[in-house]
């Protein structure tokens, strides 16, 4: 069965502070990881990530992928109050994605 | 640009009584079309996916069915619904096999 495992499940940190949200993964038809971040509805969509080593950047956020050891990060620098939500990550190909849990980020003033 | 509309945003429905949920996108043509479940604590879950008016897929038996009557069109019905069927009800669109999923706002169900 395939698993996506997202750490921590929930933090609070401090405007300016920077995050690491974690996603290790193990799925049996691995064609791309993506990050969505859901506020009050809606995922919305962050980033696709298919080759490992290559970063992806949009403006204070970035994600990695490492396919060798099953994981990606997506890191926050310079947190402001608007980060605050609930971060997804999803794994798969093709019409079948699973998604982890997701990890509840709180940025305070 | 594309949007998807999903309505109605909230509902509460008696146990026994029958779910209609409808999504339709705007902007794009013969898009894939999912429905998701997102339950507490727990990932969203792949309910159902449709390639093409008609064409659906299941993921999960359950309680629910979906059709797809036109090309930008998706509806998430059930005859019954039961208490275990309460939760956040996602749909979602993408352009190919291989692009990411573009959700709706979403209908909170809850069954008493």
């Known amino acids: 069965e395939d698993k996506v495992v997202q750490s921590p499940l929930s933090l609070v940190v401090h405007e300016g502070d920077t995050v690491t949200l974690n996603c290790s993964y193990e799925v049996t038809n691995f064609r791309s990881l993506l990050w969505y971040k859901q506020e009050k509805k809606a995922p919305t969509f962050l980033f696709m990530l298919t080759s490992s080593g290559i970063e992806k950047k949009s403006g204070r956020l970035s994600s990695i992928l490492d396919k060798k050891e099953l994981f990606s990060i997506l890191n926050i620098t310079a947190t402001q109050t608007g980060d605050s939500a609930v971060y997804l990550c999803?794994?798969?190909?093709?019409?079948?994605?699973?998604f982890g849990t997701g990890t509840q980020l709180k940025v305070e003033l | 640009s594309q949007t998807i509309h999903q309505w109605p945003a909230t509902l509460v429905q008696p146990v026994g009584s029958p779910l209609s949920l409808e999504c339709t996108v705007e902007?794009?043509?013969?898009?894939?079309l999912y429905w998701y479940r997102q339950a507490a604590g727990r990932g969203l879950q792949l309910l159902f996916y449709s390639v093409g008016i008609g064409q659906i897929s299941s993921e999960v038996p359950q309680n629910l069915s979906a059709s797809r009557p036109q090309d930008r069109q998706f509806i998430l019905s059930s005859k019954k619904l039961l208490l275990s069927d309460s939760g956040f009800y996602l749909c979602?669109?993408?352009?190919?096999?291989?692009?990411?999923?573009?959700f709706g706002n979403g209908t909170r169900l809850t069954v008493t």
């Open positions: 902007g794009t043509s013969n898009p894939n």
């Open positions: 979602a669109w993408a352009q190919g096999y291989n692009s990411p999923l573009h």
């Open positions: 999803a794994v798969g190909g093709g019409n079948k994605l699973t």
